[in-house]
Antibody
């Protein structure tokens, strides 16, 4: 059974860079049918799609975050990562990774999420 | 990129049916059959309930059904049960700015 597990620091200061990793187990990140992405949820608010990446390295980003976001894939470790620069309090959220079904545009497997707080 | 519009809350008694709407535009909900629905219990990861407008993944109860008319998608929960109390989000593929996903504003379902 495919499982996704997020990891990374839970507390950042404003202007720092957020770096998270999503480890994929029970399946391979190599797939032409799926891609791998990140979604976040600020406290008490709804879901926001951040971006996604194929195992080839082709990435797609939410335009509202594009200038600060990089998603990368490490096929040797079967994992992918999220990098968000110049964080502010508005980036405080639970960050989740998810497998995206590429040809049908939905997310069928989610990680449990990791809480990130930006505070001075 | 505007979120899809959902009612903030919907409630019903056990055994009743409720419907959650999800309104978008012709650039997302109305333009593609790529609407999905997610259930999220407090502190838990979202769970896929519906994909491609009306398809249920294996393991999802047939009490959950969904459809789409024009720019509005709908999720219906029949025979409401206490365990259905959760937040529900719709999502759609969108081309309004560049190819990406857009989520709904979320609906809190309360079982009275």
């Amino acid at each position: 059974q495919l499982q996704l597990q997020e990891s990374g620091p839970g507390l950042l200061k404003p202007s720092e860079t957020l770096s998270l990793t999503c480890a994929v187990s029970g399946g391979s990140i190599f797939s032409t049918s799926y891609y791998w992405g990140w979604i976040r949820q600020p406290p008490g608010k709804g879901l926001e799609w951040i971006g996604g990446i194929y195992y080839t390295g082709d990435a797609y980003y939410n335009p509202s975050l594009m200038s600060r976001v990089t998603i990368a894939v490490d096929t040797s470790k079967n994992q992918f990562s999220l990098r968000l620069t110049s964080v502010t309090a508005a980036d405080t959220a639970v960050y989740s990774c998810a497998r995206h079904v590429g040809y049908s545009y939905y997310m069928d497997v989610w990680g449990i999420g990791t809480s990130v707080t930006v505070s001075s | 990129q505007s979120a899809l519009t959902q009612p903030a809350s919907v409630s019903g008694s056990p055994g009743q049916s409720i419907t959650i709407s999800c309104t978008g535009t012709s650039s997302d909900v109305g333009g593609f059959d790529f609407v999905s629905w997610y259930q999220q219990h407090p502190g838990k990861a979202p769970k896929l309930m519906i994909y491609e407008v009306s398809n249920r993944p294996s393991g999802v109860s047939n009490r959950f059904s969904a459809s789409k008319t024009g720019n509005t998608a709908s999720l219906t929960i029949s025979g409401l049960q206490a365990e259905d109390e959760a937040d529900y989000y719709c999502s759609s593929y969108t081309t309004s700015i560049s190819p990406l996903y857009v989520f709904g504003t979320g609906t809190k379902v309360t079982v009275l």
